[in-house]
């Protein structure tokens, strides 16, 4: 959950990058520490990559119908997609995961 001063500094991060300024004239123009704003911007993109990289535990339960001309699907918030043979085996999909993971 972030905090008020976390939520400010979003603010003033998203405000830069649709200013069309560079940096050094965005701190100029609205009075801004550069360091201050690169403290904020690395600690709210760290949390944000924390956030982003965290993999959500999923239950896989095999179902008796014929899974060999169906697909899985994986949508990430990068963009990025994976799809596999929906009779991949669990453990399999689990080793791809963790290697995405690392």
């Known amino acids: 959950m ?6 400010y500094w979003q603010e003033i991060i998203d405000s830069q990058a649709a200013s069309g300024l560079s940096k050094a004239e965005f ?4 009075n801004i520490n550069p360091a201050t704003y690169y403290y904020w911007f690395k ?5 944000e990559k924390t956030n982003r990289n965290q993999i959500l535990p999923i239950k896989v339960t095999p179902q008796l119908q ?7 699907e994986l949508l990430f918030p ?7 043979n929906a009779s991949i085996e669990p453990a399999n ?4 995961l963790m290697a995405l993971n690392s």
Request: cysteine-free; hydrophobic content about 30%; proline content about 0%.
């Open 27 to 30: 701190f100029k123009h609205n």
């Open 66 to 72: 014929d899974l060999s001309h169906q697909t899985v």
């Open 43 to 47: 600690k709210i993109n760290s949390q």
């Open 93 to 96: 999909l689990k080793k791809i």
């Open 2 to 7: 972030a905090t008020e001063r976390q939520a």
């Open 78 to 84: 990068n963009g990025y997609q994976l799809s596999f």
